[in-house]
């Protein structure tokens, strides 16, 4: 338990270096005068932080998820095509007089 915890801190300590030698080295703008290409950068970089939070599905629950999906396109889909032959006779016979 130590150790993930010592390794955590020295992660942390890295990410803050790292972010003052970025600041370090940026020329100093006026505060809210970001460029096009910083706030695309910055779009880039929390997109990816994001990504990285998501906890993605193993194989089993994306097989399910899609067996399910499935099941119900089936189902739906036999359900209108029996509604569609219903109505198709009634159309027919009533308002065509066929």
């Not at 993605?56 to 399910?68: A, E, L, S, Y």
């Not at 999906?69 to 308002?95: F, H, M, P, S, T």
């Amino acid at each position: 338990m130590g150790e993930i915890r010592h390794e955590r801190q020295q992660r942390r300590a890295e990410r803050r270096e790292q972010a003052e030698a970025r600041r370090a080295n940026r020329p100093q703008q006026p505060r809210g005068a970001a460029t096009p290409e910083d706030r695309h950068g910055n779009f880039v970089t929390q997109s990816l932080a994001e990504l990285k939070k998501v906890e993605w599905p193993n194989q089993n629950q994306v097989i399910q998820g899609t067996v399910v999906v499935l099941i119900a396109c089936i189902v739906v889909g036999a359900y209108l095509y029996v509604n569609d032959q219903v109505w198709k006779e009634v159309v027919q016979r009533v308002l065509l007089g066929q």
